[in-house]
């Protein structure tokens, strides 16, 4: 396997006032192998989302290096970036940004439609077959407004793979779901993943990280420690046993 991001010495500082600066990230090293499905923990405040978002390109490193399918974007170019964030990466958050105005097949079509030229009816085919596999079909043409969280996160992940990413980051993707709802999304995103998505998650939830491969624990800017398992197979695997072994390592570090 070859790492699709690898980040080396990210530093995250910022200012807060003219003698005040925060030191959010600290030296992180990070590699996610092609097809890996990495969770990210850790307490509240200890640099997840900022960890996230600076190694997805969605901000800036202060200093340090994220290479990103061999191409550095810590110092890219913010229009290339965008263009290769569009391209390459799919988001998912737990508010997820979508289009009031727009119909739920419209919120989805919209990430493939920003590049000139692309072919609208090929798009709608595909953004329709993405509602159906997310089994939200029935709800192409309603107005964002009548969907429900659960059915707004599918909405969401069908909108992060309009344009085929190569890896999908999610800022806890299930954090304002009920636990049905959660174990939807999240053998949803297992079935992505085992089709070759790469994909890294922010989650508070032992359940949501024992359906990865990789937990990472952070604290204080720092990843500390790092659990890796098999990838989940929901057939054979007793995911109760997966969840209690990461509580008990969280516990052991210190969580
Ligand atoms: N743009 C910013 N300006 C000032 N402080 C920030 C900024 N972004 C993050 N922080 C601070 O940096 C620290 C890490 O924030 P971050 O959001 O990454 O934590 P987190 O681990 O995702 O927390 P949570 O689990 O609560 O979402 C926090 O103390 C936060 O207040
Ligand atoms: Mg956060």
């Not at 690898?6 to 807060?16: C, F, G, P, Q, T």
């Not at 909405?155 to 344009?163: D, E, Q, S």
């Not at 995103?189 to 089709?195: A, E, P, R, W």
Request: glycine content about 8%; proline content about 2%; hydrophobic content about 40%.
């Amino acid at each position: 396997m070859c790492p699709i991001l690898e980040a080396r010495s990210m530093n995250k500082k910022v200012i807060l006032a003219e003698d005040n600066e925060l030191h959010i990230l600290k030296d992180v090293n990070l590699d996610i192998e092609n097809g890996e499905f990495v969770s990210v923990m850790g307490p509240s405040g200890s640099g997840k989302s900022t960890l996230l978002y600076n190694a997805s390109g969605m901000d800036r490193i202060s200093s340090g290096s994220v290479r990103f399918k061999n191409q550095e974007i810590g110092t890219m170019k913010e229009e290339d970036l965008a263009k290769l964030r569009l391209k390459h990466m799919g988001f998912i958050f737990q508010d997820i940004n979508l289009l009031k105005n727009l119909s739920v097949i419209d919120n989805v079509m919209f990430p493939a439609l920003i590049e000139k030229g692309t072919d609208k009816e090929a798009v709608h085919q595909k953004a329709k077959k993405l509602l159906e596999i997310t089994g939200i079909e029935k709800l192409a043409d309603n107005q964002i407004t009548q969907a429900s969280g659960g059915q707004l996160q599918r909405v969401g992940i069908c909108r992060a793979l309009i344009n085929d990413p190569d890896i999908i980051f999610g800022d806890e993707p299930t954090g304002a779901l009920d636990s049905k709802s959660t174990e939807e999304i999240m053998s949803l995103l297992s079935d992505i993943n085992k089709k070759g998505t790469t994909i890294m998650l922010v989650t508070h939830d032992a359940k949501v990280a024992a359906k990865t491969e990789r937990v990472l624990f952070m604290v204080d800017g720092n990843i500390v420690a790092q659990k890796k398992m098999q990838k989940h197979d929901a057939e054979h695997d007793d995911i109760k046993e997966r969840e209690e072994s990461i509580m008990k390592w969280l516990v052991e570090n210190g969580f």
